[in-house]
T-cell receptor, first 113, second 111 residues
C-alpha cells in the first residue's frame, strides 16, 4: 500500500523533554510538510522540505526542529523550548510540482504531562 | 502572501439536502485548489480538487466550482448523508508549492 505513516498515534511527554515524531512516505514525493492542529482550529505550518537535505521554516517553527536525510522520511522533534506543545501533529507530502495534490498522514496526538 | 477565507464556520443541514461551503483567496497566482474532509481524530483526506484552467469539476455527489475573476471557489455536496458530517478544509496553492488552508467548516448532517 502506498501512503504516509506517522508514529506513534499517541505520545505522552513530560515537561522539559524533547520528543521526535516519525513521518514516512512511500509515494516517491519530493515535498514533505509538518502541520500543527489545535482543537477546533485549522492547520498551521511548522516546517516544510521541497527536497532532500533542505528544509524551510513555516509560520510557527519556534521550538521545533526537523531533518530530511532521506526522501521517504521527515522526522519532527518537539523541543523543550516549545511553550505549548500539546496538539495534534500532521505530516503531509506532495510531488512539489504544479497542480500536485498534498496527502496527509493519520496524525500523532502529543500530550505534555 | 496568500490568505484563504472560508465560510461558514459551522453548517447544519437535514439529511438529503445540499451543503455549500465557500472560500476566497487573495493571490491571483494560486492555481490549484483542493478540498479536504477531516473526521474526528484522523488526518485530512483529499476529496476533490480543481486547477485554475477548469471552472467546475464533479465527482458523484461532490462538486467544486472556481471563479478566477472573483477569486473564490466553492464545494457543493448534494443528497447529504450522516457520514458526510466532518470538518471540511479548502486550500490554495501556487505551482504545487506551499499550501494555504482555510480555517475549516464543521458540517453536521441531521438525520
Amino acid at each position: 500500500d502506498g501512503g504516509i505513516t506517522q508514529s506513534p498515534k499517541y505520545l505522552f511527554r513530560k515537561e522539559g523533554q524533547n520528543v521526535t515524531l516519525s513521518c514516512e512516505q512511500n509515494l516517491n514525493h519530493d515535498a514533505m510538510y509538518w502541520y500543527r492542529q489545535d482543537p477546533g482550529q485549522g492547520l498551521r505550518l511548522i516546517y516544510y522540505s521541497q527536497i532532500v537535505n533542505d528544509f524551510q521554516k513555516g509560520d510557527i517553527a519556534e521550538g521545533y526542529s526537523v531533518s530530511r536525510e532521506k526522501k521517504e522520511s521527515f522526522p519532527l522533534t518537539v523541543t523543550s523550548a516549545q511553550k505549548n506543545p500539546t496538539a495534534f501533529y500532521l505530516c503531509a507530502s506532495s510531488t512539489g510540482l504544479a497542480g500536485g495534490a498534498q496527502y496527509f498522514g493519520p496524525g500523532t496526538r502529543l500530550t505534555v504531562l | 502572501g496568500e490568505n484563504v477565507e472560508q465560510h461558514p464556520s459551522t453548517l447544519s443541514v437535514q439529511e438529503g439536502d445540499s451543503a455549500v461551503i465557500k472560500c476566497t483567496y487573495s493571490d491571483s497566482a494560486s492555481n490549484y485548489f483542493p478540498w479536504y474532509k477531516q473526521e474526528l481524530g484522523k488526518g485530512p483526506q483529499l476529496i476533490i480538487d480543481i486547477r485554475s484552467n477548469v471552472g467546475e469539476k464533479k465527482d458523484q455527489r461532490i462538486a467544486v466550482t472556481l471563479n478566477k475573476t472573483a477569486k473564490h471557489f466553492s464545494l457543493h455536496i448534494t443528497e447529504t448523508q450522516p457520514e458526510d458530517s466532518a470538518v471540511y478544509f479548502c486550500a490554495a496553492s501556487i505551482q504545487g508549492q506551499n499550501f494555504v488552508f482555510g480555517p475549516g467548516t464543521r458540517l453536521s448532517v441531521l438525520p
